[in-house]
């Protein structure tokens, strides 16, 4: 029971994180980008709920414009690493042999460096940029996928259902979509979100470093990048964006745990 | 593979360094400069034999050699990794303990949100929270620097916050999962006190899955440390590392990150070392 409702809540809150990207336009009371420097470093009122920052743009529309640079980063790059690391784990569990020590060095060699310090080096090569933090962690990304496919593969291999499926003429295309990848889903889904969430601290943690989203666009860390300065005078600055990164993290991690605990429960 | 990072990812790192408007003759300057005019193997060459003999090139930006650069810098960052881990490990042992032994109280659900909100709450945002509370708010601790005690606590608390989640997780499932085995239930046949049960059987035998995690968190740690070394001004390899990709220093970079992954791998040969003490089952090789 608690389970579920650790699911419901962390499924409402990522519906209303999409439904706040989606409809900031509708929703943000101000432009994210609108400067107004008689109005900079505001605290909350009724104009400007969240107060401003020090070019008087308001915090709230910043915030939920924020959004939709997150949401944009965590599916891009769960959707990319996903594809990536289907591709290659399959490739190696199926086929086994020199192929699938080849690829399994790579994912070895590539899990060996801590996976935020290989984005920092990826983004200090290639120069900041929203696509270029996609790109770092896309190609960081995959590796765990890739394992994790490859292992599942491995064990379902051996299965009568999948002996039966090759002697009906199946190959090995058709048996891994058709077959195996069913099967591969409820451990996926679950990687997934923690993925998702992963790659939402990462792009702000690249952000507030100065190597992610550049101004004026309007992301959580480059927000919390530019309210360091003002700690003192202004710390709604720092408050309001990190409480948002926080709570979609939370989100992520609810339903993931949550997730795993329901299909635990289910395996036994 | 740090030195493949900086030659075979796309982009001309020279052109990263001038910016695009600079001349050509001043982008060959520097490219010879950088010995990235040579053949690839030849670079590789020349990395690997400097490397075997503590040679990481020299810094373009504060014209002194990389090694000597990150050397004066290493301590501060061993000093405060493990500040956190310590920091992790006393918050996480006493806390994963009571919640297991008081399994669905009160305490075993905060330890349950402890760890949630740990695990969710970016050390980018943990760290200028805690310099409003602490420093700001209150006045209680400095807000950056090096030196004493006082300087050490937030920004170690910062950095061990996400371990002390996971640790704390990880020794509470630990004990819940050993009190079912059968060994227990024979200590307790055995007349032992339910204090000698949990403390000398239980947690020994939960004991691998914390060096695991603590093994495997340090990469973490070292990484994090560059986020956390920018917050607090302190000066480590993680601040050095995020300088020079401010001043685009490609040498010390690549120096730097080296010798980040370079501990992260020792740390994860000496954590399956002490694995092997810890449980004599375990052998590697055969």
């Given at each position: 029971m608690a389970d579920r409702s650790a699911l419901f809540l962390g499924v409402t809150i990522l519906l209303l994180l999409v439904g706040t990207a989606l409809l900031a336009p509708g929703i943000a009371p101000h432009s994210p980008t609108e400067q107004n420097l008689e109005r900079?470093?505001?605290?909350?009122?009724?104009?400007?709920?969240?107060?401003?920052?020090?070019?008087?743009?308001?915090?709230?529309?910043?915030?939920?414009?924020?959004?939709?640079?997150?949401?944009?980063?965590?599916?891009?790059?769960?959707?990319?690493?996903?594809?990536?690391?289907?591709?290659?784990?399959?490739?190696?569990?199926?086929?086994?042999?020199?192929?699938?020590?080849?690829?399994?060095?790579?994912?070895?060699?590539?899990?060996?460096?801590?996976?935020?310090?290989?984005?920092?080096?990826?983004?200090?090569?290639?120069?900041?940029g929203l696509d270029h933090v996609i790109l770092a962690l896309c190609l960081i990304g995959w590796t765990?996928?890739?394992?994790?496919?490859?292992?599942?593969?491995?064990?379902?291999?051996?299965?009568?259902?999948?002996?039966?499926?090759?002697?009906?003429?199946?190959?090995?295309?058709?048996?891994?979509?058709?077959?195996?990848?069913?099967?591969?889903?409820?451990?996926?889904?679950?990687?997934?979100?923690?993925?998702?969430?992963?790659?939402?601290?990462?792009?702000?943690?690249?952000?507030?470093?100065?190597?992610?989203?550049?101004?004026?666009?309007?992301?959580?860390?480059?927000?919390?990048?530019?309210?360091?300065?003002?700690?003192?005078?202004?710390?709604?600055?720092?408050?309001?964006?990190?409480?948002?990164?926080?709570?979609?993290?939370?989100?992520?991690?609810?339903?993931?745990?949550?997730?795993r605990d329901l299909l635990d429960k289910k395996g036994k | 593979m740090v030195f493949f990072l900086i030659h075979l990812v796309p982009g001309d790192p020279v052109e990263v360094m001038l910016g695009e408007t600079a001349s050509n003759t001043d982008k060959e300057i520097l490219r010879h400069e950088l010995g990235l005019d040579q053949p690839l193997g030849t670079q590789y060459f020349r990395f690997l034999t400097g490397l075997i003999f503590g040679d990481l090139g020299r810094s373009l930006y504060e014209q002194e050699s990389v090694a000597s650069l990150i050397l004066a810098r290493f301590p501060a960052t061993l000093e405060l990794t493990l500040a956190a881990i310590i920091l992790a490990l006393t918050v996480a042992f006493p806390l994963g303990i009571v919640a297991a032994i008081k399994n669905r109280s009160w305490i075993d659900r905060f330890s349950l949100l402890f760890s949630l909100l740990g695990l969710s709450m970016p050390n980018f945002w943990l760290g200028p929270l805690l310099i409003i509370v602490f420093s700001i708010e209150w006045g209680w601790l400095p807000v950056s620097g090096r030196g004493t005690l006082a300087h050490l606590l937030l920004p170690s608390a910062t950095l061990g916050m996400a371990m002390a989640a996971i640790l704390t997780r990880m020794i509470r499932s630990a004990l819940l999962e050993v009190l079912h085995e059968d060994y227990i239930q024979t200590d307790r046949a055995k007349g032992l006190s339910e204090k000698k049960v949990w403390l000398k059987h239980a947690l020994r035998n939960s004991l691998l899955s914390v060096v695991t995690i603590v093994g495997l968190q340090f990469g973490a740690l070292l990484a994090g440390s560059i986020i956390t070394e920018t917050i607090f001004t302190w000066p480590g390899l993680g601040r050095l590392t995020i300088q020079a990709i401010q001043t685009r220093d490609y040498p010390l970079v690549q120096g730097c990150i080296l010798v980040i992954a370079i501990s992260y791998l020792l740390v994860n040969l000496i954590t399956d070392i002490v694995y092997r003490f810890l449980d004599p089952r375990i052998s590697y090789g055969r």
């Open positions: 900079d470093l505001l605290s909350s009122s009724r104009e400007h709920l969240l107060g401003t920052d020090k070019l008087g743009r308001d915090v709230l529309s910043r915030i939920l414009y924020g959004t939709r640079i997150s949401i944009l980063v965590g599916i891009t790059t769960v959707t990319f690493s996903l594809l990536l690391g289907l591709v290659i784990g399959s490739v190696s569990g199926y086929f086994g042999g020199w192929v699938d020590q080849l690829l399994m060095r790579l994912v070895d060699i590539l899990m060996a460096f801590p996976g935020i310090l290989l984005a920092i080096a990826f983004t200090a090569v290639l120069g900041p765990s996928y890739a394992r994790l496919v490859r292992g599942e593969i491995l064990a379902l291999r051996e299965k009568e259902f999948i002996h039966a499926a090759q002697a009906l003429g199946g190959g090995p295309a058709r048996v891994i979509v058709l077959h195996m990848l069913p099967n591969l889903l409820p451990p996926l889904l679950i990687q997934c979100t923690f993925g998702m969430a992963a790659a939402i601290i990462a792009e702000g943690s690249l952000s507030f470093l100065g190597l992610g989203v550049q101004p004026p666009t309007p992301s959580w860390g480059s927000m919390l990048n530019e309210g360091r300065q003002f700690l003192l005078v202004a710390p709604h600055l720092t408050t309001y964006p990190g409480l948002a990164i926080m709570i979609t993290v939370l989100g992520l991690n609810l339903v993931g745990d949550s997730l | -």
